[in-house]
């Protein structure tokens, strides 16, 4: 009775096996890192972006106080600062 070899995986099955692997621990951890390189500048530019457009509603709220008139323009500003606080809202939710 001889030994049944025929389960195993062939010596080139095995060679390809390995460069995979070396493959993955050199460029896997680079990827990795690119990916997280890019994420961060996604959410400092995001940030940077959000920043302005509070800026800008915040602007645009005191110069419509200033130049508008009328019983409305209480409700105009009111809806102006809540968008101006859901913009900022949005910085302080973490992914």
């Known amino acids: 009775m001889g030994l049944d070899f025929s389960g195993l995986p062939d010596l080139a099955v095995l060679e390809q096996m390995k ?3 070396q493959i993955s621990e050199v460029i896997a ?3 990795v890192r690119m990916h997280h390189d890019h994420q961060n500048k996604l959410k400092s530019d ?25 019983a409305w323009v209480k409700n105009a ?3 102006l600062k ?14």
């Not at 101006?84 to 992914?95: A, F, M, T």
């Open 46 to 70: 995001e940030k940077i972006l959000l920043d302005q457009m509070v800026s800008h509603f915040k602007n645009f709220e005191d110069d419509f106080k200033n130049a508008a008139q009328g």
């Open 19 to 21: 460069e995979k692997e």
């Open 77 to 79: 500003t009111d809806e």
């Open 82 to 95: 809540d968008i101006s606080n859901d913009l900022e809202k949005i910085q302080d939710i973490k992914v």
């Open 29 to 31: 951890p680079e990827h």
